[in-house]
T-cell receptor, first 110, second 115 residues
Framework: GQSLEQPSEVTAVEGAIVQINCTYQ??????LSWYQQHDGGAPTFLSY????GLEETGRFSSFLSRSDSYGYLLLQELQMKDSASYFC???????????FGAGTRLFVKA | GAVVSQHPSRVICKSGTSVKIECRSL??????MFWYRQFPKQSLMLMAT?????????EQGVEKDKFLINHASLTLSTLTVTSAHPEDSSFYIC???????????FGDGTRLSIL
């Protein structure tokens, strides 16, 4: 089967750095993606790792280790607007469909 | 800018009504699109894979006759919720990959409320 695990909630203060971990189990692997979703909105693509290593996009970075079936999303210089749900997602080689984790609710406090 | 357009954004209708939701890829061709459903405070659950020119592939537990999918062109997939009931009320989201080794890009979603 396929499954992804990530923490349900994380709380951090404005200006801090937070890391959201994701472990996955999947049949075939085509890449790990991260999405942000604010309440009432659709998911917004943040980052994608197809190969091992770190990808940096502004304040957001994402890391992947395929041998460990593990990745993380790093958010730096947290802002209040970063309060949202963050989903890791794996795209498998069987039909290329993307399966989502349960999501991590990030609360940023002043 | 948006690469996937979804319409309508919100639907409120009576029980028993059939509702059609459109998903369009903008500036690229999508032979495959995906339909998800999301209940409040839950994750996105894949309902089906829409395949251009062939039948959709449904995930286990999703009723094919209830959720009709048509992918008539390389830029348009439609999801029709037939004879909708209050339990079908949810947030429906489509997505499409822009390439073989590319992540999904999502439409803005359709919030369906059945009275």
């Amino acid at each position: 089967g396929q499954s992804l695990e990530q923490p349900s909630e994380v709380t951090a203060v404005e200006g801090a750095i937070v890391q959201i971990n994701c472990t996955y189990q999947t049949s075939g692997f085509y890449g790990l993606s991260w999405y942000q979703q604010h309440d009432g909105g659709a998911p917004t693509f943040l980052s994608y790792n197809a190969l091992d290593g770190l990808e940096e996009t502004g304040r957001f970075s994402s890391f992947l280790s395929r041998s460990d079936s593990y990745g993380y999303l790093l958010l730096q210089e947290l802002q209040m607007k970063d309060s949202a749900s963050y989903f890791c997602a794996v795209r498998n080689t069987g039909g290329f469909k993307t399966i989502f984790g349960a999501g991590t609710r990030l609360f940023v406090k002043a | 800018g948006a690469v996937v357009s979804q319409h309508p954004s919100r639907v409120i209708c009576k029980s028993g009504t059939s509702v059609k939701i459109e998903c369009r890829s903008l500036d690229f061709q999508a032979t495959t699109m995906f339909w998800y459903r999301q209940f409040p405070k839950q994750s996105l659950m894949l309902m089906a894979t829409s395949n251009e020119g062939s039948k959709a592939t449904y995930e286990q537990g999703v009723e094919k006759d209830k959720f009709l999918i048509n992918h008539a062109s390389l830029t348009l997939s439609t999801l029709t919720v037939t004879s909708a009931h209050p339990e079908d009320s949810s947030f429906y989201i489509c997505s499409a990959p822009t390439g073989v080794d590319q992540p999904q890009h999502f439409g803005d979603g359709t919030r369906l409320s059945i009275l």
